[in-house]
């Protein structure tokens, strides 16, 4: 049926983008992707097989009387809770004074961890992120130097085969804050710039990402690689945004664009755009 899904009616099911029933593992993959960018917002998450008399199992039936279930265990997504957060639109109505000053000590901490959510979406290619699926945290607000951080939940709807078409674009939620209007700090360029650079680091992750996607019993190597020429072509745009201190809503209107993994000897990480497809609706 995914298979069926996929091919033939991608339009008439949930995100045409997305391969279909993958969400358990996209949660898995988006902490694999967290990790070896060094972002910490993702909380610890991995896939875990489970059985529970909660969990839809059908009904069993043997001459036509309803037998005890088989409690069968099921693979899912397991992910760390987190204690002290509130959504982000509490959080974002309760601190509307201070963050409306983009110099107030509280500003510039959520703003360090905001762009560290802007770049996780931007590269895994969210579609589902809106103000109800990531999370803040803040201790000492009203000091000098309040600690912030952001817990980036529910991605379950990421890692597309190909960019969104025109007709569904599936916008990212932080995109209307005026956060998004700042350019990337030096402090972020800093800490990412190299490791985007680094194509042993990318070769091993993307390794990592097979390893979780082939849990899928639907896997299959050409659709992962179109995944993960969405995920380079993000990957460029997101360095060329950091190394030229743009900002989210810059980053947000360059073109979107797919790698091929093979166009520069040894790996993918440093490729001309020309060698970039530009991907267009109909792809």
């Known amino acids: 049926m995914k298979w069926l899904h996929k091919t033939l009616a991608p339009c008439c099911f949930g995100r045409a983008c997305l391969i279909a029933n993958q969400g358990f593992?996209?949660?898995?993959?988006?902490?694999?992707?967290?990790?070896?960018?060094?972002?910490?917002?993702?909380?610890?998450?991995?896939?875990?097989?489970?059985?529970?008399?909660?969990?839809?199992?059908?009904?069993?039936?043997?001459?036509?009387?309803?037998?005890?279930?088989?409690?069968?265990?099921?693979?899912?997504?397991?992910?760390?809770?987190?204690n002290g957060y509130v959504d982000a639109q509490t959080f974002l109505d309760t601190h509307a004074e201070a963050l409306a000053d983009p110099t107030s000590p509280l500003a510039r901490a959520f703003q360090a961890q905001f762009e560290r959510l802007v770049i996780l979406d931007y590269i895994i290619r969210n579609t589902d992120r809106g103000t109800d699926n990531w999370l803040v945290r803040v201790d000492d607000a009203m000091s000098d130097a309040p600690r912030v951080a952001i817990a980036a939940i529910d991605n379950g709807l990421a890692f597309p085969f190909k960019h969104p078409n025109g007709c569904r674009t599936y916008p990212y939620a932080w995109a209307s804050l005026p956060q998004a209007a700042l350019p990337f700090s030096d402090t972020l360029a800093a800490e990412l710039e190299p490791i985007l650079h680094d194509n042993m680091k990318w070769d091993s992750t993307a390794a990592a990402l097979r390893?979780?996607?082939?849990?899928?019993?639907?896997?299959?190597?050409?659709?992962?690689?179109?995944?993960?020429?969405?995920?380079?072509?993000?990957?460029?745009?997101?360095?060329?945004?950091?190394?030229?201190?743009?900002?989210?809503?810059?980053?947000?209107?360059?073109?979107?664009?797919?790698?091929?993994?093979?166009?520069?000897?040894?790996?993918?990480?440093?490729?001309?755009?020309?060698?970039?497809?530009?991907?267009?609706?109909?792809?």
């Not at 809503?249 to 073109?255: A, I, Q, S, T």
């Not at 440093?270 to 109909?282: H, K, N, V």
């Open 25 to 82: 593992v996209s949660e898995a993959a988006a902490f694999v992707v967290d990790e070896a960018l060094g972002l910490d917002i993702v909380p610890p998450t991995n896939l875990v097989m489970l059985a529970s008399p909660v969990f839809n199992y059908g009904q069993q039936y043997e001459n036509g009387i309803r037998q005890p279930l088989s409690l069968s265990p099921k693979i899912g997504s397991f992910q760390l809770f987190v």
């Open 211 to 283: 390893d979780v996607f082939e849990l899928d019993t639907s896997y299959d190597d050409e659709s992962f690689e179109h995944q993960m020429q969405v995920m380079r072509g993000q990957m460029v745009n997101a360095l060329s945004a950091l190394m030229a201190r743009l900002s989210p809503l810059d980053l947000l209107e360059r073109p979107p664009i797919t790698v091929e993994h093979d166009i520069v000897a040894g790996g993918w990480t440093e490729p001309q755009l020309a060698d970039a497809i530009a991907c267009f609706s109909g792809w």
